[in-house]
């Protein structure tokens, strides 16, 4: 089974690469965003409670985030693998990730991480607010929120894989095949 965490910070361009990813490698995608917003278009108490933290830009609680993301993959036992996009966000994350997966006989296999500068990450998600609407990528003051609440509380799970030997950076800069030709370069290693 090949899972493949997909990180970087926002609006590093997971999402648009997780879809080629998952059509050429036939994985799940796993997208705690997604996730996330279905259960707050749905008015859910989850996505009620999920709300109050991403309105300011702040990460959803562990144990609430976990759960979801054991219900999806339940959901998904014939699957060939997983893609996971916005997850884990933190050691603790990593760490109940890795037990959940063991045991279910699998792993992580590798984490590809997008790096992308600062300027770059700002222009692209206020880009994506004009086009999509959503308010937290049309706010400065959000997305400076969001990109320093990644640095310090989420690039830290790089670490978690580092020691594992599953990190793999990949430049996240150019254009959408040239990165992900890159990922797919990382991934074939696996």
Sequence with gaps: MLNVVLFGPPGAGKGTQAVNLIEKYKLVHLSTGDILRGELAAK????????KFMDKGELVPDEVVIGMIEGKIDQQAGAKGFIFDGFPRTKAQAGALDKMLSKKNTAISIMVALEVEKQELVNRLMGRGKVSGRADDQDINVIENRIAVYNRETAPVI???SAQGK???VNGMGTIDEIFGRLCGEIDKV
């Design 44 to 51: 859910s108490p989850l996505g009620l409670e999920a709300k």
């Design 159 to 161: 670490d978690y894989y």
């Design 167 to 169: 990190f793999k950076p």
